[in-house]
């Protein structure tokens, strides 16, 4: 089909620094793109000044601006800028969209995270995703347990579609060196990636290298309580929160380091990662990974070959998992490599874009 297809990507955020899922769709997909963000019922449209002036007038200087105007506004930017096909980022986005979608006849296509498809609270708040699930042409999931999840919730099977994010080729170019007992951990400071039981661990591995460093980057609500931690326990020489870190610096830190940690959880309201992509981008980098038995993470992950994998809140066994790859670097070498390849195989940038792609023409010629 020659073509070009009018793709509109919606998001609740805009370049939020966890998300760079959505640049690469941005950067990678074939088609005009159209960035639609501000909430499950977006406001703004990247590159273009605020689309809800246009229908909003003295509703919007008045801030009376309600669930009418937004989707009415909405509808007439599809329209206006003859889109295609609509790419919603997590389920909410979509359920929100669904109905814009069915007016205009416009294939809608949702992108599950994690949380979307976990959180009891979201998921009810949404009558399980009935309206969705009928009119979405497609379901993507990036997890068996959510891929499960969702068809318990009576998502057809014939609708999800399975496609785990490909991290980005910068991370296959990075040479690990081994050089420093160290270890990195990045991402978000929330209750499902436990980053205090990270800590925990780091620190019965202190005890057999007291030498050690762990550099943990990200930021979150529960940042200070982690701070917190680190101070109590008295381990500010040994464990460094770093906060957000860009692309480059991330690179530097694998390129140091002996092991990547990560111990995601399944949290007290349901949520669970998807395949969490720091896992991914560390792997491609052939940095071995520590962490847990959950979700997507045990889809790309065979413990004792492509990394160390616990239960969830086994702090002893994760820092039993650590001092085998610092007492044994030959071992932590073994594994990595054994990550690289395994994740060029199957995990690769290219693979997830072409097969998105794929489900985006699909939906398009459906109609």
């Known amino acids: 089909m020659s073509k070009i297809l009018n793709i509109a990507i919606v998001s609740p955020n805009k370049n939020s620094y966890s998300e760079t899922f959505i640049q690469a769709q941005k950067e990678r997909l074939k088609g005009n793109m159209f960035y639609y963000f501000n909430g499950f019922m977006p406001t703004k449209l990247e590159g273009h000044d605020d689309f809800i002036i246009k229908h909003g007038g003295l509703k919007k200087k008045l801030g009376l601006i309600g669930s ?3 989707a009415q506004s909405l509808e007439n930017s599809f329209k ?50 009935k309206y969705l699930f009928e009119v979405a042409h497609s379901v993507i ?16 099977e014939e609708k999800l579609c399975y496609n ?9 170019k990075v040479v690990t060196k081994f050089i420093k007992k160290q270890a990195v951990a990045i991402g978000r400071f929330t209750d499902k990636k436990a980053p205090y039981y990270t800590i925990l661990a780091f620190k019965e591995l202190l005890k057999h290298h007291p030498d050690a460093k762990l550099l943990f980057a990200g930021k979150g609500e529960l940042l200070e309580v982690c701070e917190n931690l680190v101070r109590h326990e008295g381990l500010q020489d040994s464990i460094k929160l770093i906060g957000v870190i860009n692309h480059e610096e991330l690179i530097k830190l694998f390129s140091e380091s002996l092991c990547f940690l990560q111990h995601s959880i399944t949290a007290n309201n349901g949520d669970q990662e998807g395949t969490p992509l720091a896992i991914l981008e560390a792997c491609l980098a052939g940095l071995p990974v520590v962490s847990t038995y959950h979700a997507g993470i045990q889809d790309v992950i065979s413990h004792n070959e492509t990394g160390l994998l616990v239960k969830e809140h086994d702090v002893a066994d994760m820092a039993k998992q650590m001092i085998r790859l610092f007492d044994d670097i030959d071992f932590a070498k ?19 874009i072409d097969k998105l792609d794929t489900i985006l023409l699909n939906a398009f010629e459906s109609v």
């Open 164 to 172: 785990v994010y490909g991290a980005n080729p910068d991370f296959q």
């Open 334 to 352: 073994s594994v990595g490599e054994k990550a690289k390849a395994h994740h060029i195989s199957n995990f690769s940038m290219k693979r997830y």
């Open 80 to 129: 206006q800028e003859k889109i295609d096909i609509v790419l919603a980022q997590y389920g909410p986005t979509g359920e929100t969209v669904a109905s814009i979608c069915k007016k205009l006849n416009i294939p809608l296509v949702v992108h599950f995270h994690g949380y979307d498809a976990s959180v009891d609270e979201v998921i009810n708040r949404y009558d399980n995703y």
């Open 68 to 70: 009418d105007i937004l």
């Open 141 to 156: 999931v990036v997890s068996n347990v959510m891929y499960d999840n969702l068809l318990k919730l009576g998502c057809p």
